[in-house]
């Protein structure tokens, strides 16, 4: 499971003495934790699709940080948070591109946005970034 690889990689952080690399496991595992409370409090259990989706949100969350480390000039900052985010996407799966998300979205019945976000929720969760999806919906 995903959630074991990833403590794995946060003992080997602190094995080798990787301040940004640990900073970084920290933040992901704790935010993988309560994610699992709240599933156990559903009667669910935590999955990869889950964990995939707590880490694009933590990369969308880093990106906003870089980016205002980069309007007050901080390049220290900078540089440690493209390390995290580097580090995270290697956990994530291959993303969907636009082409395959429009290839996929030919496909269906129903093209409606409520229903081709259900369906890609449901079957690339993790694999693709909604608001692509969103936007390559539009242009359909």
Not at 131 to 138: F, G, I, N, S, T
Request: hydrophobic share 35%; aromatic share 6%; glycine share 2%.
């Amino acid at each position: 499971m995903l959630y074991d690889e990833i403590k794995k990689a946060n003992v080997q952080a602190m094995k080798d003495k990787d301040t940004t690399a640990r900073s970084f496991y920290s933040v992901l595992l704790n935010k993988i934790m309560i994610e699992n409370i709240n599933k156990r409090e559903k009667g669910e259990q935590i999955v990869d699709n889950d964990i995939f989706v707590i880490i694009q949100k933590t990369i969308k969350e880093l990106e906003d940080e870089k980016t205002n480390y980069q309007k007050v000039g901080n390049k220290e900052e900078v540089n440690n948070i493209t390390r995290q985010i580097e580090i995270a996407e290697k956990y994530l799966p291959k993303q969907l591109t636009k082409d395959e998300i429009s290839n996929i979205i030919s496909k269906l019945d129903d093209k409606s946005i409520p229903s081709v976000m259900k369906y890609f929720k449901q079957n690339y969760n993790g694999q693709c970034d909604m608001r692509l999806v969103q936007e390559v919906l539009k242009n359909l």
